[in-house]
T-cell receptor, first 112, second 113 residues
Framework: DSGVTQTPKHLITATGQRVTLRCSPR?????VYWYQQSLDQGLQFLIQ???????AKGNILERFSAQQFPDLHSELNLSSLELGDSALYFC???????????FGSGTRLTVV | AQSVSQHNHHVILSEAASLELGCNYS??????LFWYVQYPGQHLQLLLK??????LVKGIKGFEAEFIKSKFSFNLRKPSVQWSDTAEYFC???????????FGPGTRLSVLP
């Protein structure tokens, strides 16, 4: 157990639907990062939050959004889902990003 | 913008063989470097990291990496691999301000028993 908790572990949904992925960071970590891992795109950075505020944005689609709550947990919202959104979504947390990340076990999203 | 390249897409070795996985980055300033491992079906785990000081960094499970600034490289090594090292290995770099954390495309290592 890395200390970063992601739920659910698996999610199967239909195209056009909306899902929410949840991440609880390791205790004491203020930064939360979301990554998408797919076979063809590799590990892609989506977005970073630090203590409730958006800090950096990567290759995140407009259909996707995220937020970090006062208790520091974060949610990634994926809407109007397409088949190509099927991937592993990882959350990571850190005290500060130059100290390295601790990753959660991921949520496997399958869009059918 | 920073980028990270990993020389090999897939490496196949027999047990007890020596391992070296290449990693090169492009960034002109001071960097922090990392190697992560992802075992089949699992999350990424930190193997080792370099911030400053001795360019030869020792990590967990017998892995080490050497930072060669002149070559912009941070290659991962292990003298004798085991079947349990079968995994995907990712090199990553961030600038000294902790921004722009970039992962390489990964190298898949298969160790044959």
């Amino acid at each position: 157990d890395s200390g970063v908790t992601q739920t659910p572990k698996h999610l199967i949904t239909a195209t056009g639907q909306r899902v929410t992925l949840r991440c609880s960071p390791r205790s004491g970590d203020l930064s939360v990062y979301w990554y998408q891992q797919s076979l063809d795109q590799g590990l892609q950075f989506l977005i970073q939050y630090y203590n409730g505020e958006e800090r950096a944005k990567g290759n995140i689609l407009e259909r996707f959004s995220a937020q970090q709550f006062p208790d520091l947990h974060s949610e990634l919202n994926l809407s109007s889902l397409e088949l190509g959104d099927s991937a592993l979504y990882f959350c990571a947390s850190s005290v500060g990003s130059n100290y390295g990340y601790t990753f959660g076990s991921g949520t496997r999203l399958t869009v059918v | 913008a920073q980028s990270v390249s990993q020389h090999n897409h897939h490496v196949i070795l027999s047990e007890a063989a020596s391992l070296e996985l290449g990693c090169n980055y492009s960034y002109g300033g001071t960097v922090n470097l990392f190697w992560y491992v992802q075992y089949p079906g699992q999350h990424l785990q930190l193997l080792l990291k370099y911030f400053s000081g001795d360019p030869l960094v020792k990590g967990i499970k017998g892995f080490e990496a050497e930072f060669i600034k002149s070559k912009f490289s941070f290659n991962l090594r292990k003298p004798s691999v085991q079947w349990s090292d079968t995994a995907e290995y990712f090199c990553a770099v961030t600038d000294n301000y902790g921004q722009n954390f970039v992962f390489g495309p990964g190298t898949r290592l298969s160790v044959l028993p």
